[in-house]
């Protein structure tokens, strides 16, 4: 024979202690009503921290993916910018190599 959990004499006594009954004066000396209260503007600060912090989790996720656009918008321009300008080095590269190698040649022992 079975008996359903909220039925067990345990958790009844348990209910009655909270609601105030036996004499005890429910949690902390308040009754069943005041207890109630307490118990609702808890859960209502709680859900509204919950939202506060989900809102900013929120703004915090968006920011991270425009700050990795606009890293990437750099990225590429630095790219473009490297190709069109990597020719041009070569050829300076090139038209000074006569200057290095001189250069070599004055410093050896």
Same mark, same amino acid.
């Given at each position: 024979?079975?008996? %359903?959990?909220s039925n067990s004499?345990? $958790?009844?006594?348990? =209910?009655?202690?909270?609601?105030? /009954? +036996?004499?005890?004066?429910?949690? +902390?000396?308040?009754?069943? +009503?005041?207890?109630?209260? %307490?118990?609702? /503007?808890?859960?209502?600060?709680? $859900?509204?921290?919950?939202? =506060? *912090?989900?809102? %900013?989790?929120?703004?915090?996720v968006e920011s991270? $993916? &425009?700050? *990795? ?10 790219? =473009?910018?490297? &190709? #069109? ?6 050829t300076i590269s #090139? ?5 290095? &190698? #001189?250069?070599? /040649?004055?410093?050896?022992?």
């Open positions: 024979m079975s008996q %359903k959990h004499p345990q $958790r009844v006594g348990v =209910t009655r202690y909270a609601a105030g /009954e +036996g004499g005890g004066g429910g949690f +902390g000396g308040l009754g069943g +009503g005041e207890l109630r209260e %307490k118990m609702v /503007e808890f859960a209502t600060v709680m $859900r509204n921290y919950s939202e =506060t *912090i989900a809102a %900013k989790n929120t703004a915090y991270t $993916r &425009k700050t *990795i656009d606009v890293i990437s918008s750099h990225i590429e321009t630095v790219r =473009t910018t490297i &190709k #069109a300008v990597a020719p041009e080095r070569a #090139a038209d000074d190599a006569h200057i290095e &190698k #001189a250069m070599r /040649e004055a410093l050896a022992p």
